[in-house]
């Protein structure tokens, strides 16, 4: 069974919410495994809340193709294939290369600076292991920076992209520092997008999503080994998106 302690929710609005940011967490972290099957009574107990929040919580997951309904039985973890990950960058590539391009046209440098200390905060969480901080700083870094394209539906979309494209067994890799060069890469596109450097800071962008890409295989792999699941309440820390 899951062991969920650490990640105890508190009684508060928008319970639901906290409840789906705290599995996704748990799915980062390789704490919910590909192909196993978790009832929402089980899971509800290990973080302190009613089951309704839960159930509720894993329905927008199964929205998000994270997990799938398994009649009378709970959610099962869904498997992520080599075409998905494919599939999932070669649209990110079709989308954000282009937009970096634009925004780094348009954006002042002054705009573009407010980004830095996002830039930093990646780097310092991936060279202190803390894979949670990571994921959350990135999710803000890119997506505040294509809001500076004026287009809050691209960002949705990429948003939503983002979700699908969990890093199941991510935690066994950022262990190795395996995240710090993809980390750096964020700082340089940014000194890239300040200095005016269209087509460099493209070429960026696109070297990044392929490192992602890289990543996502490898921590997918991690996932699906032979190595026992990590208990819940000994992962990556508080909760992330």
Not at 12 to 26: K, P
Not at 196 to 213: K, P, T
Request: charged letters at 25%; aromatic letters at 4%; a negative charge.
């Amino acid at each position: 069974m899951p062991h969920l302690e650490s990640r105890a929710i508190p009684v508060q609005t928008h319970l639901r919410d906290q409840v789906a940011n705290a599995l996704r967490a748990a799915l980062i972290a390789g704490e919910l495994r590909p192909g196993v099957i978790y009832s929402a009574p089980t899971l509800a107990t290990e973080l302190g809340v009613s089951a309704t929040p839960v159930r509720e919580a894993m329905l927008d997951l199964a929205r998000e193709g994270l997990v799938e309904a398994v009649r009378n039985k709970g959610f099962r973890v869904t498997e992520m294939t080599e075409r998905d990950l494919d599939e999932f960058t070669d649209i990110r590539t079709l989308i954000e290369v282009p937009t970096v391009g634009r925004v780094a046209e348009t954006a002042s440098a002054e705009q573009l600076e407010t980004l830095r200390p996002l830039a930093e905060q990646i780097v310092m969480a991936a060279r202190e292991h803390d894979v949670i901080r990571y994921l959350e700083a990135d999710h803000r870094f890119h997506l505040e920076l294509l809001t500076l394209a004026g287009n809050h539906h691209l960002v949705e979309v990429v948003a939503d992209l983002r979700k699908r494209s969990r890093l199941f067994g991510l935690a066994s890799l950022n262990e190795t520092g395996r995240l710090v060069a993809s980390a750096q890469e964020h700082v340089e596109l940014l000194d890239l997008m300040v200095a005016g450097r269209v087509r460099e800071a493209e070429d960026c962008m696109r070297r990044h999503l392929a490192h992602v890409r890289s990543l996502w295989a490898d921590g997918r792999a991690a996932a699906g080994g032979s190595a026992p699941a990590r208990r819940f309440g000994h992962g990556t820390g508080t909760s992330g998106s």
